[in-house]
C-alpha cells in the first residue's frame, strides 16, 4: 500500500461517518424547521470535511457534489434559506449519492451527479419562490 492508499483508506472510513453525521443533522433540522446556529454549523462542517478530503484526493465528483451541498448548508447557515422539507430531502439524497460515490470510489469519477446537483439547485430556487411569494 501507498501512502495516498492509507490517506485514502483514512478519509473513506471518516467520510462515511462524516455522511451519517451529515443525514442525523438534517433529519433533526427537518424537524426543527429552524435556523439552529450550532446545528447548522456542525453538518456544514461535516459537508466542508468532505468536500476538502475530496479536492486533497483529486476526487472531482465527491468534491463537486459535497460542494453544492455545502453551498445549500452556507445559505442556510446564513438565514437567507428556510430547510423547507423540498431542500432537506434534496439534501439527504445528495448525501445518499455520496455514500454510493465513497463506497464505490474507484468508479466514482465516472457516475453521474447532474440528478443530485439539480435536485439540490431546484429545491433552492423553489423554496426561495415560495418565501418570496
Do not use: W
Not at 41 to 48: L, Y
Not at 64 to 91: F, G, Y
Amino acid at each position: 500500500m501507498t501512502q495516498r492508499d492509507d490517506v485514502l483508506e483514512i478519509y473513506l472510513e471518516e467520510t462515511l461517518e462524516r455522511l451519517d453525521s451529515i443525514e442525523s443533522g438534517l433529519l433533526t433540522l427537518e424537524q426543527r424547521r429552524e435556523c439552529d446556529t450550532r446545528l447548522v454549523n456542525s453538518i456544514f462542517r461535516d459537508a466542508h470535511s468532505v468536500k476538502a478530503g475530496a479536492n486533497l484526493l483529486e476526487l472531482f465528483t465527491i468534491e463537486k457534489l459535497s460542494h453544492d451541498l455545502e453551498n445549500v448548508l452556507e445559505r442556510i447557515r446564513q438565514c437567507t434559506l428556510e430547510p423547507s422539507e423540498m431542500v432537506v430531502t434534496a439534501s439527504l439524497e445528495a448525501v445518499d449519492k455520496l455514500r454510493e460515490l465513497v463506497e464505490n470510489v474507484e468508479q466514482s469519477e465516472s457516475i453521474s451527479i447532474r440528478l443530485h446537483t439539480a435536485m439540490l439547485d431546484m429545491a433552492v430556487k423553489r423554496t426561495l419562490e415560495e418565501a418570496g411569494g
